[in-house]
Nanobody, 122 residues
């Protein structure tokens, strides 16, 4: 069974940095797009950054220039480097990916991780 497991969240002061990781495990044939979403307290879950299998990236305007998404296809892992963190970056960060299991026919399904909490506070 395919799973996405996030790690790297925690408490950080404004202006600090964190690096989130999300590893996909299970019987995986292929992974297409991977992404990070954020859900702030009392708000909807919004896209933070996404990356295609070829490495093309996109970012929410609020994080451009501060966050960097990357992936290691050999490890089935996506990362989010977060610099110059602000209080408004606080929230639960969820990993999302389109994954095909190692079975026929090849069918891509969308998966979510359980989230990792990032708190930006002094």
């Amino acid at each position: 069974q395919v799973q996405l497991v996030e790690s790297g969240g925690g408490l950080v002061q404004p202006g600090g940095s964190l690096r989130l990781s999300c590893a996909a495990s299970g019987s995986i044939f292929s992974i297409k797009a991977m992404a990070w979403y954020r859900q702030a307290p009392g708000k909807e879950r919004d896209l933070v950054a996404g990356i295609t299998s070829g490495g093309s990236t996109n970012y929410a305007d609020s994080v451009k220039g501060r966050f960097t998404i990357s992936r290691d296809n050999a490890k089935n892992t996506v990362y989010l480097q977060m610099n110059s963190l602000k209080r408004e970056d606080t929230g639960v960060y969820y990993c999302n990916a389109d994954i095909a299991e190692d079975r026929t026919p090849v069918t891509y399904r969308n998966y979510w991780g359980k989230g990792t909490l990032v708190t930006v506070s002094s």
